[in-house]
């Protein structure tokens, strides 16, 4: 089972903020997904990166794929109490998903 | 188009007694997956499905049953429940295809299980 680590466990930041959440893996990831989860409620999908170095977009929020395709990141510009929610980086293979453990993220205003 | 819906929302459970989670989608998925999520240990697959009639264990089976007899539900059942599998439970479906690199799954807003 590929084991994925993200960092940081947790941020607290203002209103206004950037900041970039990682997702690491010691192997290889065929594609990798991105979600955010609310309290309460389940994980929703954000993007999916397929090829190395690949860079998308999604309003403030910029998702990265590193060249090896053992690692992404998750960048926030200006963020907004509405991206509070944890944050789950997941190696898709076929059928299944395999999460990491996530990055909670909280947006004070 | 209500996606993927999960009864109950909320559940207690005395040791020892059994009951059937359920998850039904509208999108004509064919994969379909039973995660549970505890604090400090991230999502964690349990059962899966390619297709209807098909299942397959994930990375914690031990005391849940799944079967698929329709593409569109996918039933999770405690045989006979523990304090451990006190945990919030999601479904999640998604298209097959695409090879390898999967398409994004759509997820059930969850249930809340608690057993005493």
């Known amino acids: 089972t590929q084991l994925l680590e993200q960092s940081p466990q947790f941020l607290s930041i203002q209103e206004g903020e950037n900041l970039t959440v990682y997702c690491n893996s010691s192997?290889?990831?065929?594609?990798l997904q991105w979600y955010r989860q609310e309290p309460g409620e389940g994980p929703v999908l954000l993007v999916t990166?397929?090829?190395?170095?690949e860079v998308k977009k999604l309003k403030r929020l910029t998702f990265q794929f590193g060249d090896a395709r053992k690692d992404s990141s998750l960048h926030i510009t200006a963020a907004q109490p509405g991206d509070t929610g944890l944050y789950l980086c997941?190696?898709?293979?076929?059928?299944?998903?395999?999460f990491g453990k996530g990055t909670m993220l909280l947006v004070s205003p | 188009n209500a996606g993927v819906t999960q009864t109950p929302k909320f559940q207690v459970l005395k040791t020892g007694q059994s009951m059937t989670l359920q998850c039904a989608q509208d999108?004509?998925?064919?994969?379909m997956s039973w995660y549970r999520q505890d604090p400090g240990m991230g999502l964690r697959l349990i059962h899966y499905?390619?297709?209807?009639?098909i299942t397959d264990q994930g990375e914690v089976p031990n005391g849940y049953n799944v079967s698929r007899s329709t593409t569109e539900d996918f039933p999770l059942r405690l045989l006979s429940a523990a304090p451990s599998q006190t945990s919030v439970y999601f479904c999640?479906?998604?298209?097959?295809?695409?090879?390898?690199w999967g398409y994004g799954y759509t997820f059930g807003s969850g249930t809340r299980l608690t057993v005493v």
């Open positions: 997941a190696s898709s293979r076929y059928s299944t998903l395999t």
């Open positions: 192997s290889v990831f065929s594609s």
């Open positions: 990166v397929v090829t190395g170095g």
């Open positions: 999108m004509n998925h064919e994969y």
């Open positions: 499905s390619v297709g209807a009639g």
């Open positions: 999640a479906s998604s298209y097959s295809g695409q090879g390898p």
